[in-house]
């Protein structure tokens, strides 16, 4: 196991530097690994080049097998550690969906699922089930994950919105007012603002605004009435309650993205996953809120 931790560390970063820093051992010790490695396999996995190593053809495929097998144990291990029947479910979720709309709903489901000890990891950036000990994500976008299976959960319907000062400061009744503010941008849907227009009847470039990462960040810098932003409905449920956000034309953007539940293709059948699946299926048949069809 250790030459195999070693030669996957090294394999991820074609570095033997980089990879003694990951498992916290010296270079000399990652080199000697690797080499009783390749001296049991009789097979040469790196070319060493001057200082720099590169994965051969043989060494590139069995870093692929190696990875997921490791990933195996990595699993196996932890459902051993927590001592539960039901297992781990390991789930990356979407930080403003997992904090607004999921966290709130989540205790009924471990009410129902006592025996199933849950982990979470907060991913804005695309995943990789391959490198990743995942066993499910909530991905908004499309079904196009490869080695996977997606499950649709919902649709959204976005808005544009600010706050109630700055609304009364300009009123707008045409969304060509909406040119006239500072429209604030979301980087994960660069292109929401231009959508929104085009769908409008309007073909005009938009202004560029601020640029914000997450929908909790931007939700709070258009209640700090910093300009407009367009946002899911169902995310800032609270503001517009609240008061803190106002509506500025009801004229919803339904998107061809949407939220699916995305499994590797052999954990789709994993118990916590199917638990899971089912969970999150009936919870959204039986509410209001957005599309689910």
Same mark, same amino acid.
């Given at each position: 196991?250790?030459?195999?931790?070693?030669?996957?560390?090294?394999?991820?970063?074609?570095?033997?530097?980089?990879?003694?820093?990951?498992?916290?051992?010296?270079?000399?010790?990652?080199?000697?690994?690797?080499?009783?490695?390749?001296?049991?396999?009789?097979?040469?996995?790196?070319?060493?080049?001057?200082?720099?190593?590169?994965?051969?053809?043989?060494?590139?495929?069995?870093?692929?097998?190696?990875?997921?097998?490791?990933?195996?144990?990595?699993?196996?291990?932890?459902?051993?550690?927590?001592?539960?029947?039901?297992?781990? &479910?390991? +789930? *990356?979720? =979407? @930080?403003? /969906?997992?904090?607004?709309?999921?966290?709130? #709903?989540?205790?009924?489901?471990?009410?129902?699922?006592?025996?199933?000890?849950?982990?979470?990891?907060?991913?804005?950036?695309?995943?990789?089930?391959?490198?990743?000990?995942?066993?499910?994500?909530?991905?908004?976008?499309?079904?196009?994950?490869?080695?996977?299976?997606?499950?649709?959960?919902?649709?959204?319907?976005?808005?544009?919105?600010?706050?109630?000062?700055?609304?009364?400061?300009?009123?707008?009744?045409?969304?060509?007012?909406?040119?006239?503010?500072?429209?604030?941008?979301?980087?994960?849907?660069?292109?929401?603002?231009?959508?929104?227009?085009?769908?409008?009847?309007?073909?005009?470039?938009?202004?560029?605004?601020?640029?914000?990462?997450?929908?909790?960040?931007?939700?709070?810098?258009?209640?700090?009435? &910093?300009? +407009? *932003?367009? =946002? @899911?409905? /169902?995310?800032?449920?609270?503001?517009?309650? #609240?008061?803190?956000?106002?509506?500025?034309?009801?004229?919803?953007?339904?998107?061809?993205?949407?939220?699916?539940?995305?499994?590797?293709?052999?954990?789709?059948?994993?118990?916590?996953?199917?638990?899971?699946?089912?969970?999150?299926?009936?919870?959204?048949?039986?509410?209001?809120?957005?599309?689910?069809?």
């Amino acid at each position: 196991m250790s030459m195999l931790q070693a030669f996957d560390a090294a394999a991820r970063n074609e570095s033997f530097t980089e990879a003694a820093a990951d498992l916290g051992l010296t270079q000399g010790a990652i080199s000697r690994q690797v080499r009783a490695l390749e001296l049991q396999l009789d097979a040469r996995l790196f070319a060493r080049v001057g200082k720099t190593v590169r994965l051969t053809e043989t060494g590139r495929r069995y870093a692929q097998d190696v990875e997921k097998a490791l990933q195996t144990v990595r699993l196996a291990s932890l459902d051993a550690m927590t001592h539960r029947r039901g297992g781990t &479910l390991n +789930l *990356a979720i =979407l @930080p403003t /969906f997992g904090t607004r709309w999921l966290m709130p #709903r989540f205790p009924a489901f471990l009410r129902a699922h006592p025996e199933i000890t849950v982990n979470f990891a907060t991913k804005l950036s695309p995943f990789d089930f391959k490198k990743e000990d995942l066993h499910a994500a909530i991905h908004y976008g499309q079904t196009d994950w490869p080695d996977s299976r997606s499950t649709f959960l919902m649709r959204e319907e976005t808005v544009p919105v600010g706050a109630p000062a700055l609304l009364r400061e300009r009123q707008s009744s045409h969304p060509a007012d909406l040119y006239e503010l500072p429209l604030l941008q979301l980087a994960t849907r660069p292109r929401a603002w231009q959508e929104g227009f085009r769908v409008a009847g309007l073909d005009r470039p938009v202004p560029v605004g601020m640029v914000f990462e997450q929908i909790a960040t931007i939700a709070q810098a258009t209640v700090a009435g &910093l300009g +407009l *932003a367009l =946002l @899911p409905r /169902f995310l800032i449920e609270n503001e517009l309650r #609240r008061g803190e956000l106002q509506v500025v034309l009801d004229r919803p953007l339904k998107s061809s993205f949407a939220y699916y539940l995305v499994t590797p293709t052999d954990r789709a059948d994993y118990a916590p996953v199917v638990a899971f699946r089912h969970w999150l299926l009936e919870l959204i048949g039986a509410q209001d809120g957005p599309e689910t069809a």
